[in-house]
T-cell receptor
Framework: AQSVTQLGSHVSVSEGALVLLRCNYS??????LFWYVQYPNQGLQLLLK??????LVKGINGFEAEFKKSETSFHLTKPSAHMSDAAEYFC????????????FGSGTRLQVQP | EPEVTQTPSHQVTQMGQEVILRCVPI?????FYWYRQILGQKVEFLVS????????KSEIFDDQFSVERPDGSNFTLKIRSTKLEDSAMYFC?????????????FGSGTRLTVV
């Protein structure tokens, strides 16, 4: 069975500050991990993915995430927040074998203050 | 950038009515999925479809739900007799491979409201 825990349903940062959105996963087999962003009234857009290559993954819009197997984490970071980053962010996991459907976390709403 | 297209964007239906949600996946993708997101809750997997059959489904996907790929481009989700609790945003997704090393591409969703 797989699961994802996103710590913090709401995160607020100032424009220009570091963004850190936390994601911990549970998987009995090596995982594939994803971060998706959802802007208001829009669909899910892929930010980045980890598929067992480099542990530090760079995505779109300046975001990156690091896969840490020892900590079962895949936290999302961005050095400097922009107002346009305000959205809901979802971490998701699927397995490299067996069930391939995505299991999503509960999401973190990022607010960026001017 | 190839897109997954979903229609309609909004649908309001009466309880007990049948609804069909439509999706056009990316043309060279082989795996198709439906997910749903009840307002304020997490995105949940419903069903995956490959080679004209269901490859995986969740406990949510009961006999009220069915999926079909009626032609080479459309992928549909049918709810036979809608309930109030079916109100949600329904997302279609597609991927090139089963291992998702290329990632899943999601559509913009259909907001279904059952009254």
């Amino acid at each position: 069975a797989q699961s994802v825990t996103q710590l913090g349903s709401h995160v607020s940062v100032s424009e220009g500050a570091l963004v850190l959105l936390r994601c911990n996963y549970s998987s009995s087999v090596p995982p594939y991990l994803f971060w998706y962003v959802q802007y208001p009234n829009q669909g899910l857009q892929l930010l980045l993915k980890y598929t067992s290559a480099a542990t530090l993954v760079k995505g779109i819009n300046g975001f990156e995430a690091e896969f840490k197997k020892s900590e079962t984490s895949f936290h999302l970071t961005k050095p400097s927040a922009h107002m346009s980053d305000a959205a809901e962010y979802f971490c998701a996991v699927t397995s490299t074998t067996g069930r391939r459907a995505l299991t999503f976390g509960s999401g973190t709403r990022l607010q960026v203050q001017p | 950038e190839p897109e997954v297209t979903q229609t309609p964007s909004h649908q309001v239906t009466q309880m007990g009515q049948e609804v069909i949600l439509r999706c056009v996946p990316i043309s060279n993708h082989l795996y198709f999925y439906w997910y749903r997101q009840i307002l304020g809750q997490k995105v949940e997997f419903l069903v995956s479809f490959y080679n004209n059959e269901i490859s995986e489904k969740s406990e949510i996907f009961d006999d009220q739900f069915s999926v079909e790929r009626p032609d080479g481009s459309n992928f549909t989700l049918k709810i036979r007799s809608t309930k109030l609790e079916d109100s949600a945003m329904y997302f279609c997704a597609s991927s090139q491979d089963s291992g998702s090393s290329y990632g899943y591409t999601f559509g913009s969703g259909t907001r279904l409201t059952v009254v």
